[in-house]
Antibody, heavy 119, light 103 residues
Framework: QVQLVQSGAEVKKPGASVKVSCKASGYTFTSYGISWVRQAPGQGLEWMGWISAYNGNTNYAQKLQGRVTMTTDTSTSTAYMELRSLRSDDTAVYYC????????????WGQGTLVTVSS | DIQLTQSPSFLSASVGDRVTITCRASQGISSYLAWYQQKPGKAPKLLIYAASTLQSGVPSRFSGSGSGTEFTLTISSLQPEDFATYYCQQLNSFGGGTKVEIK
């Protein structure tokens, strides 16, 4: 069965970086893209960006351009999301999700990783 | 980017009620719309894609309709496990969410 398993919770200071991993199993990793979505406490869902696991092409949300980098390691079927220059408003649960279809629906999700930014 | 506006943002309903949630797109998106259900502390779950196609394993009381700029998610008979927050999504955009609570 398809599974996306994310790395554990992180606590970071403002200005630091965080790298969250998302290990995929149960399907051919390079046949789908991976998107990252975050959710601040008590807020809605925010799309952060997408990476093709086939060729590494990326598309990032404009507001995060320059601070976020998404990568994949096809040898381990793992996707990564690194966010730099962390601020308190980056505190959120970060999800990876498998993207499929023309409209880019997200059919499988990771369990989420809480990133807390606090001094 | 396309903006998605959901209404209402909150609704109170009883078990057995018929519930309808609306999602409006800032420009036409054909039928490229998905709906998700999210319960507290859990990842979102895909309910419907391509505006009206039920994801495998989702109960038939959920249905979706619409195309262009206006879409609806309908729950025909609300069950206790349906109390949750619902989001629409198209490519890089999510709606603001609709929280369905028990009356």
């Amino acid at each position: 069965q398809v599974q996306l398993v994310q790395s554990g919770a992180e606590v970071k200071k403002p200005g630091a970086s965080v790298k969250v991993s998302c290990k995929a199993s149960g399907y051919t990793f390079t046949s789908y893209g991976i998107s990252w979505v975050r959710q601040a406490p008590g807020q809605g869902l925010e799309w952060m960006g997408w990476i093709s696991a086939y060729n590494g092409n990326t598309n990032y949300a404009q507001k995060l351009q320059g601070r976020v980098t998404m990568t994949t390691d096809t040898s381990t079927s793992t996707a990564y999301m690194e966010l730099r220059s962390l601020r308190s408003d980056d505190t959120a649960v970060y999800y990876c999700a498998r993207r499929m279809g023309v409209a880019g629906r997200f059919d499988y999700w990771g369990q989420g990783t809480l990133v807390t930014v606090s001094s | 980017d396309i903006q998605l506006t959901q209404s209402p943002s909150f609704l109170s309903a009883s078990v057995g009620d018929r519930v309808t949630i609306t999602c409006r797109a800032s420009q036409g998106i054909s039928s490229y719309l998905a709906w998700y259900q999210q319960k507290p502390g859990k990842a979102p779950k895909l309910l419907i894609y391509a505006a009206s196609t039920l994801q495998s394993g989702v109960p038939s009381r959920f249905s979706g309709s619409g195309s262009g700029t206006e879409f609806t998610l309908t729950i025909s008979s609300l069950q206790p496990e349906d109390f949750a927050t619902y989001y629409c999504q198209q490519l890089n955009s999510f709606g603001g969410g609709t929280k369905v609570e028990i009356k």
